[in-house]
């Protein structure tokens, strides 16, 4: 647990407190729809173009084709 004391404020007919946000970070939403992408974001984990790897072994294509029978069929 925290020894220091954290600034509660308490909001009237709600269960919920605000705390203060925590240091470095931006406490206000994105303003409209287009998303500001933060540092550390990658091409890959937006679903841009993958890192190349050394080789595509046999299994490669196979795992890229094994998607959950909800998906319906996968192309690459």
């Known amino acids: 647990m925290s020894e220091t004391p954290e600034s509660i404020r308490r909001v009237p007919g709600s ?4 705390t203060a946000p ?3 970070s931006d406490p206000s939403p994105q303003a ?3 998303a500001v992408r933060a540092a550390e974001d990658s091409d890959a984990g937006w679903g841009g173009k993958p890192a ?3 080789g595509d072994s046999g299994n490669d294509a196979r795992m890229r ?3 959950p ?7 690459r």
């Open 15 to 18: 269960r919920r407190v605000r």
């Open 22 to 24: 925590a240091p470095g």
């Open 32 to 34: 409209g729809m287009a």
């Open 52 to 54: 190349q790897t050394s």
């Open 65 to 67: 084709a094994d998607v």
């Open 69 to 75: 029978p909800h998906w319906g069929t996968h192309t």
